[in-house]
Each structure stands twice: as C-alpha cells, then as structure tokens.
C-alpha cells in the first residue's frame, strides 16, 4: 500500500481533472503530478534514499504539498515542522528526526541560520529555500528540481515503510515523534473516504495548517479517490466562505475556533454555503451551543472527529447527530473501543473512565523512543489519557481530557461541564475553563473568555451569571478573565496551558 502511487494513477486515467487549487495556481492531477516528479527526481539525484528524512520548517504552500507526495513516491521520510518552533526547541527536533535535508523560507532563515553549527545531519549544501535562490548557505528549491518529469526511479515500498514523523505539541521536555506508515495513511484514505463520504466529483477546501495532522483527514481521501483538493495559505473566515461560495466546495474540516469565526464572519450566509455536503469538526470539543448554531444554518452537514495522532478515532455521523448531539460518535469500521478504569478493567455504560482503542491508524511508535511506546500501547491497545463513557448505544461521550482535569477540594472538575455553560451566554463567543491554585480546595476553576462585542458584560457579572446556573458548589468559578483572542497553536487550538501559566507562575509545581 504505498500512497505514492495514487498521483501517477490519477495522472494516468483522468489527467485532466482538477487536483489542486492554490491561490491562483490551479492545476491537473497531469500537471500536479509532473510537478511532483520534477521534485521526486531532484531529490534522487541530490542523492535522497530510501528512508532519509526531510524535514519542512513551511507555512501552507503549493512546495509542501509537493514535498508530501514525492517523498511517497521515492520511500523518503518527511517530518513537517511548525513554522512556531524556535531556537534549542527546533534544533532538538531536527536533530531527533535524524533529518537530512531541511526546505524552508525566507523568512525562517533568521531563526534557522544561527542554528546550524548544532545540526549534525545536515550537509552545508542541503538548506533549501522554496521562494529564493540568492541566499548565502541556502540553495534554491526549484533550482534542485530536476527537469525529468517521468517517475522517478522505482523503489520498492511496503506498509511498515515509514512515510512521516509527526512532532507531538508537548508542553515540557522534547515533543514526540509519531511515526505513520504507508500502510496507516493509505488507511487514512480508504477510511476517511468512506467515513465523510468523498467521490472524484468532491470539492476540499483546507484551510488550517497543513502541519497540523487534521490536514490528512481529508487530503489523503481527497487524493484516493482522484477529486479536487484546495489549499489557503492561512485561515481567514471571509476569504474560507467565499472560495466556497465561488468553487462549489463539497468538504471542509475544521478546529471549533475556525468553526466559530466562520459564523460569526461578516460575510456568513448560509445560501452561499449550500455545496457543502460535509462541515467536520477536529482538534476539540465544539461546545454543543456552537454546534447547534450550526446546524441550525447548515443543517445535516455536521461531523465531528475524537482522535488522537497516535492513532485512534471515533467518528459522529453527520445522520446520528440529531440523535446524539453531545456524541463524538462511535469507531469507524475495523475499530475497536474500551473504557477502563485505573485497574485495567472495562466499565459499563455510563461510567467514566479512560478512552482506550486500536485500529488500522495505529502508529507502530514514538521514534526512537520504544520506553514512551511502551507507555502508550499496551497489549495492542492506544491508551489516550482522556476520559469518557458511552450510552447504552455504545456511543462515546468525550468527559475531558485528563490533563485538563480539575481536581478541587479532592473532586474531579471537569471544565468542559463548565464552558457548556458559559457558552451558552449571548455576550460570549469562545470560553475556555481551566483549574488555577487555591490555597483551601488546591485548585479552583478559572474562565478565560472572548466576548462577540467588547464591554458586552463585565467579568464579575459574567462569573455570577455562571455560578448561578452551575450544577454543583464546586463548578463555580472563581474568576472570569476576557481576553481579545486565546493563545492558539499553530493548528488553531486553543493552548489551555499557555492561560494557566500566569496563575502557576509562583508555584513549584503545576497541577
């Protein structure tokens, strides 16, 4: 199963079909895939084998994309990078990836070239820069492109052939390499494909970051089955609805915030957005109040994804949300699912406990770090650390992450019980609750908040229009912060962690 094979495929029965749309490039599956040999082809003469590493330190462009498919194509491996990584934090991970060769920008050199000296597997003559070619200590990347434009050098592929490594965003020490194979993403194609329904008439539109491992939920369907893939060079919510308003877009996925701009853009008319046929929810929870904004727009369009990279997914139907609104679903075929208490064992419906699964996504490991694997997969089961239960129906009820968890007074908080509330008042757009130190319960909850209309409510009152309607004493938070925007990561998630830390600052420890 290599995945390196569905250009030439594609090239080969229906060249003339649209592949990819960027900015003002639109090009054929013939003309998209002879870009991708030209690459393919300098890499094998720049000397690139089977199984070196590329690393990518690239906001979304048509080269990375490239750079996606020609390493399938010769068995080279390829680690995106975030474009937010900097200083000790990057060198680590290029370091750790064992990468080869490293394509980036411009405008990254300033962070790049100072780290040089204290990266041992790059060869001076191996920087590459995708928008120029007069830069000292880099050379330009379609100056290394070859002028063949045949398939490059057959090299044979197999399932457990490692296509990626993708860096976890941890929050202390070095983050994870997560290792898919060629058999797990052709699994991302097949699976996702018939999950979200794709056919070679779909119309994607991504416009989150293609770094973010939510990019492959739908470009690896979208490439399967031969339709047309669309990529934003970054999220703007005016310019997401009128691409698909003007291309006919059939498929998008997106983070909840991204989800929660586009409804609340100038720009929204529900009219405009009648192509699309699945509007799909990835990274975190949506708050049950902005999904049934949602799907009171946009009706019978909603699907939302509970995953992890490692390798596990429950998926909810865009036909079970009416009957399971507050679902993230069930796993999709080929599946399997436990929920499991701290001793190991399965619990029955309806009680909480660890989210526990296998599949064909399955990563074979964290590279080079076989102690950490351990940890994860246990008896071929993916322990996520998250928390949840399913109805009677086996339907999956998403709790809380664990890290996120609460614990005030010796009872577990979840925040996400909290922001259900919150968000459901008219003045608040987006909410994120979390723990902070309290000297008598340890921890208290804390509510960081974006409003639709500065000065809307004030904190105080925004924290007493909460505590009065929480179930619980404990539920209540003790403060209310308003913020302009939350920190995000480089996928759009809201980082929790970077709103707990002024509170933990003084303290020695972090809960």
């Not at 000296?117 to 330009?140: H, K, M, N, S």
């Amino acid at each position: 199963m290599n995945i390196g094979t569905l250009l030439p495929r594609h090239a080969r029965y229906r060249p003339d079909h649209l592949a990819v749309i960027f900015e003002d490039q639109r090009l054929t599956y013939r003309d998209f895939n002879k870009r991708v040999n030209r690459l393919a082809n300098g890499l094998v003469e720049m000397g690139v084998t089977k199984g070196d590493k590329i690393a990518t330190i690239l906001p979304n462009c048509l080269e990375l994309l490239d750079i996606y498919w020609a390493v399938a194509k010769i068995g080279a491996v390829v680690a995106p990078l975030s474009p937010m990584l900097r200083g000790t934090g990057l060198t680590r991970l290029l370091n750790d990836s064992d990468s080869v060769l490293v394509i980036t920008n411009v405008d990254f050199t300033q962070h790049l070239t100072p780290l040089k000296p204290d990266l041992t597997d790059i060869a001076p003559d191996r920087y590459v820069l995708v928008d120029a070619d007069d830069v000292e200590g880099y050379q330009g990347y379609y100056a290394m492109l070859s002028g063949n434009e045949d398939e490059p050098p057959y090299v044979e592929i197999g399932n457990d052939d490692p296509y990626n490594i993708l860096y976890s965003s941890g929050t202390t020490g070095l983050p994870k390499g997560i290792v898919h194979t060629h058999f797990i993403r052709a699994n991302y194609c097949t699976g996702f494909a018939a999950s979200y329904r794709f056919t070679p008439e779909s119309i994607t539109l991504h416009t989150g970051s293609l770094v973010f491992n939510g990019a492959f939920l739908t470009l690896m369907p979208s490439m399967y089955v031969g339709a047309t893939f669309i990529l934003h060079r970054q999220f703007d919510a005016e310019a997401m609805i009128e691409t698909v308003a003007r291309e006919k877009v059939t498929h998008t996925k997106m983070v909840p915030s991204q989800i929660v701009a586009m409804l609340h853009a100038p720009n929204f008319d529900p009219e405009r957005l009648q192509s699309l046929e699945m509007i799909g929810s990835v990274g975190a929870p949506l708050h049950l109040e902005h999904k049934e904004a949602l799907n009171r727009a946009l009706p019978g369009r909603f699907y939302e994804l509970y995953g992890l990279t490692e390798g596990f997914v429950t998926i909810l139907d865009k036909n079970d949300y009416p009957a399971k609104p507050s679902s993230v679903g069930v796993p999709p075929p080929f599946y399997e699912m436990r929920i499991m208490n701290e001793a190991g064992e399965d619990v029955p419906p309806g009680v909480v406990g660890e989210i526990v699964g296998r599949g064909p996504i399955t990563m074979p490991g964290y590279y080079k770090r076989p102690d950490l694997t351990a940890k994860a997969i246990i008896d071929g089961w993916l322990h996520s650390g998250d928390l949840g239960y399913v109805d009677e129906d086996g339907f999956l009820y998403l709790v809380d992450r664990q890290k996120d968890l609460i614990i005030s007074g010796g009872v577990n908080v979840y925040p996400r019980d909290i922001e259900e509330i919150i968000v459901q008042h008219p003045a608040v757009r987006e909410v994120a609750v979390f723990g902070a130190p309290d000297e008598k319960w340890g921890e208290s909850p804390v509510a960081s908040v974006i409003l639709d209309e500065p000065g809307a409510i004030t904190a105080e009152e925004l924290r007493d229009w909460s505590n009065a309607r929480v179930e619980a004493r404990y539920q209540k938070v003790r403060e209310v912060v308003i913020l302009d925007d939350f920190p995000r990561s480089v996928a759009g998630k809201t980082l929790k962690r970077v709103l707990r830390e002024p509170f933990w600052a003084d303290k020695d420890t972090q809960i």
